[in-house]
Structure formats: structure tokens, C-alpha cells
Nanobody, 122 residues
Framework: QVQLMESGGGSVQAGGSLRLSCAASGSTRLTDCMAWFRQAPWGTRERVARIYTRTGNTNYADSVKGRFTISQDNAKNTVNLQMNSLKPEDTAMYYC???????????????WGQGTQVTVSS
């Protein structure tokens, strides 16, 4: 049973950077699809980035394209999300998710981390 643990959230000013990490345990390799979702208190859970770990193929939401980068570290069984040029609208709880296929909706993922809070002030 794969378990996910996020870390790296915090509070920053607009324009700053944060790096989130998602450590996977319970498996010798990363699940085929690893993704980052976020959910603001008033919003739905949206996917911001995903990576197919066998190929390294990535995809981003338009709202974060050019600012966020998802990457994998196979040696550490970790997926990272580098977030640059942060904006107040990036404020949300960020969740790591694992699955066999990179669905765009959260219902397609069965394995989730507990989340890490990101707060961006103006």
C-alpha cells in the first residue's frame, strides 16, 4: 500500500518561491502517475501538475504554466513541485496524489497525501 507524505509548504510574499516534496513509501518505485492538486477554502480541488514517471512527461494547468515545475527523484521515491513567482491566488492546500493514469479530476486518484498549506501574501 503506497503512502504519500507532503512537505515544504509555508507562507511567502508574492513573487517568492517554495518547493514542495512528496515522499512515497510502501513501494520500490513511484507509481506511474504522480500529480499535485490544490484546493482553496472556497474552491474545488484542481490539478496543477502531473508527471508520468516512466517517461518523465509533464503537464501543467494554464494558471501555473511557466512558474511551476514538477520533477521526480527516483533514488528518493520523491516527486517535487518547484513554485516560483508565487501569487496570492496560489494560496491553497496542496495535495500529492498517485495513480496508474493521470486523470484531470481528483476522483481518478485513490492515493493521497495529507496536504501541505501554501499561503502567499500580497
Amino acid at each position: 500500500q503506497v503512502q504519500l507524505m507532503e512537505s515544504g509548504g509555508g507562507s511567502v510574499q508574492a513573487g517568492g518561491s517554495l518547493r514542495l516534496s512528496c515522499a512515497a513509501s510502501g513501494s520500490t518505485r513511484l507509481t506511474d502517475c504522480m500529480a499535485w492538486f490544490r484546493q482553496a477554502p472556497w474552491g474545488t480541488r484542481e490539478r496543477v501538475a502531473r508527471i508520468y514517471t516512466r517517461t518523465g512527461n509533464t503537464n501543467y494547468a494554464d494558471s501555473v504554466k511557466g512558474r511551476f515545475t514538477i520533477s521526480q527523484d527516483n533514488a528518493k521515491n520523491t516527486v517535487n513541485l518547484q513554485m516560483n513567482s508565487l501569487k496570492p491566488e496560489d494560496t491553497a492546500m496542496y495535495y500529492c496524489a498517485a495513480g496508474e493514469v493521470c486523470y484531470t479530476t481528483p476522483e481518478g486518484f485513490r492515493t493521497w497525501g495529507q496536504g501541505t498549506q501554501v499561503t502567499v501574501s500580497s
